[in-house]
């Protein structure tokens, strides 16, 4: 009864590239193949692509040079090659138990700048189980707006966002949920500190004693 519950009243919603799966090398790689063709200067390192994540992704594509009117061409060309090498991605250390542990407590939602097509797909194949719903960029490209859709739909329930970089922990802020940064992903501790989490962790087991 108390766990059925408190199921009830908390959310965790998680990002997924660099949070739950490590994809940030073969994002960097596609990233660089394509970047001339929409008119973006091609990163030197995986280092300096990852400061794309410092805001929201979609943003810092338009400050860089992207046409608006562009957004949805580069996004399918950047997200849509994860599904032919998804097997070649590894879900990071512990994070596979974490989710089927937290989905027994409280409902888990994928809130992710990928495509929701891509990311379910990559959820199948490597059998990830809990994970009730995934909302991609073909939703929106603004994970501001898609928190502030699920706060207004589940008014009453406790929500937390879990992500890796500082535009994670940027967009989850401005919604007005709790942010964990987890630091395996894109972006360092000491980067993901400058956003100001309400928490930050290093291992996937932390992350149980928060949300327990």
Known sequence: MNDSKRKKNIIVLF????TIIDSVDLAYKIFKSISKEYGLASPK???HFVQLYK??????LLINGLLHSKIPYFAREFRLPFIEHE???QVFKGMKGIIEKLSKKAKIIIITSNFSDVVKSSIK???LKGISKVIGAD???SKFKTIKMIKKKYPNYKIFYIGDTCGDMLEA????????GVTWGYHTRKELEEAKPNFIVNKSNELLEILN
């Open 173 to 180: 802020k401005k919604a007005g949920v709790k942010r964990i």
């Open 55 to 60: 805001i929201n992704f979609y943003e810092s």
């Open 125 to 127: 194949a490597h059998r």
């Open 15 to 18: 990002d997924y590239d660099g």
């Open 87 to 89: 097997k070649k991605m």
């Open 45 to 47: 390192s995986v280092k």
């Open 139 to 141: 939703s929106g490209f």
